[in-house]
């Protein structure tokens, strides 16, 4: 006769590993680079710490909390800066370009800051750093807080713009390079006798790359909001 089967005792299994923010947060950034944003639900991350859904609930407060302590982890590893009058603008596209970097790197990141205006200490700590560069700029205060928030705006839309390109498989050099060639054949072939001035330009309409355009939004916004104190 044989032995019974013997069930493995739970002291042979290999530990896991203790349920924290930290690990939660963890695995919900992994399941974003890999399936996106609507991929991240709190079963989908219990499954993958190899937990019930029920347990997350004792470190977040359900997916939105989830999704604020995501956005919370990206912010916080954005290098700020120490506002210096003497190169303040230098400091401005510095931070914007990680800020961007940061939602770029994590699809869908850049679309939970389109709602409500997040207030997180994290989040309000990289506020009050960009306001700061601005204000070390030398802007009036009132132009210095409408001139952030033209460039948060800025930086998630650009953001989210790339999510896109990506969702859609267009986000590579050489697809992107492709795009752009359709798009001047299509401005450059247009009837003259009706769009006289898009057909004429199409070469400076599809010019510069991201960053070009990036660097040039900023400093159109910084300029701008110069010369209208200027004017005062």
Same mark, same amino acid.
Request: include cysteine.
């Given at each position: ?11 042979? $299994? #290999?530990?896991?590993? #203790? ?49 604020? @302590?995501?956005?919370? &982890? ?23 370009? &990680? ?11 850049? @679309?939970?800051?389109?709602?409500? #205006? ?47 390109? $990506? ?28 769009? #006289? ?17 990036? $660097? ?17």
């Amino acid at each position: 006769m044989h032995p019974p089967a013997r069930h493995r005792s739970t002291r042979d $299994r #290999p530990a896991k590993a #203790p349920l924290s923010e930290d690990a939660i947060v963890d695995a919900a950034l992994a399941i974003l680079q890999s399936d996106g944003l609507e991929a991240v639900t709190m079963r989908r991350v219990a499954a993958a710490l190899d937990t019930g859904a029920a347990s997350l609930y004792v470190y977040v407060s359900g997916r939105e909390g989830l999704l604020q @302590a995501m956005l919370d &982890r990206v912010t916080a590893a954005i290098e700020l800066e120490a506002p210096d009058p003497s190169r303040w603008r230098a400091q401005l596209h510095s931070l914007l370009e &990680r800020m961007h970097q940061a939602l770029v790197t994590h699809p869908g990141i850049a @679309a939970l800051t389109l709602e409500d #205006p997040p207030t997180t200490e994290v989040v309000l700590r990289l506020t009050e750093n960009l306001l700061g560069i601005l204000l070390a700029g030398g802007l009036d205060p009132q132009d210095a807080v409408w001139a952030c928030d033209i460039f948060v705006l800025l930086v998630t839309a650009v953001a989210s713009e790339d999510d896109v390109r $990506r969702a859609r498989g267009r986000s590579d050099d050489d697809h992107r390079r492709e795009q752009v060639d359709e798009i001047y054949k299509t401005f450059a072939g247009l009837p003259p006798d009706r769009f #006289p001035l898009i057909s004429a330009y199409a070469a400076q309409m599809v010019a510069g790359d991201h960053d070009e355009r990036f $660097r040039f939004a900023i400093d159109v916004v910084v300029d701008g909001v110069l010369a209208r104190a200027a004017r005062r």
